[in-house]
């Protein structure tokens, strides 16, 4: 089956500071999306990306966030300013085939 | 608005009893039904999926489900579970948003197999 990859498993940040959490979706598909997951609860939609422009945002993904395609291949999420309550489990996913990846433990301290 | 409905939060079961955790969608268009298991503290994986044909889907790890569409559920089972089966299960749908296509999960089931 193919896989979507994601970097780093965990990252540890200080409170403001900026994270960058990357994917490596399923060659050539068009879409992928980001989920977060705060411990213990439901996984929530934070943004779809299609065709290099955002589709879909949720109310979670507010202005300290941000996606982007740097180089064609991989896909990044970023938050600018990190809050406490940015603390979660960060999916990315293949939404054609619902692969997702093993995600990115963000811990903010 | 498309939903993913778990109504069960937890479900506790003695091991090699069977099990059921429900699943219940509500849209209006065709969908693409998922279920994933969660293990503490770890990702999601896949354990099956329906997209179309065959109504009974079997998966990973024993598991299967059977999307009724009459009935708009797609309910996961297994005969028989064993200690290692205690996890979290998350129902998900693939559905159309204006236009896009998303993802939508249930709110879960933590599944604890009882020796």
């Known amino acids: 089956e193919p896989e979507v990859t994601q970097t780093p498993s965990h990252q540890v940040t200080q409170m403001g500071q900026e994270v960058i959490l990357r994917c490596v979706p399923i060659?050539?598909?068009?879409?992928f999306y980001w989920y977060r997951q705060i411990l213990g609860q439901k996984v929530e939609f934070l943004v779809s990306f299609y065709n290099n422009e955002i589709s879909e945002k949720s109310e979670i993904f507010d202005d300290q966030f941000s996606v982007e395609r740097p180089d064609g291949s991989n896909f990044t999420l970023k938050i600018r300013s990190t809050k406490l309550e940015d603390s979660a489990m960060y999916f990315c996913?293949?939404?054609?085939?619902?692969?997702f990846g093993q995600g990115t433990r963000l811990t903010v301290v | 608005a498309q939903s993913v409905t778990q109504l069960d939060s937890q479900v506790p079961v003695f091991e090699e009893a069977p099990v059921e955790l429900r699943c219940n969608y509500s849209s209006s268009v065709s969908v693409y039904l998922f279920w994933y298991v969660q293990y503490p503290n770890q990702g999601l994986q896949l354990l099956l999926k329906y997209l179309s044909g065959s109504t009974l889907v079997k998966g990973i790890n024993g598991f299967e489900a059977e999307f009724n569409k009459s009935q708009t559920s797609f309910h996961l089972r297994k005969p028989s579970v064993h200690i290692s089966d205690t996890a979290e299960y998350f129902c998900?749908?693939?559905?159309?948003?204006?236009?896009?296509?998303?993802?939508?999960f249930g709110t879960g089931t933590k599944l604890q197999v009882i020796p």
């Open positions: 996913a293949s939404p054609m085939t619902a692969f």
């Open positions: 998900a749908a693939l559905m159309n948003s204006g236009g896009y296509q998303k993802v939508t």
């Open positions: 060659s050539n598909h068009l879409y």
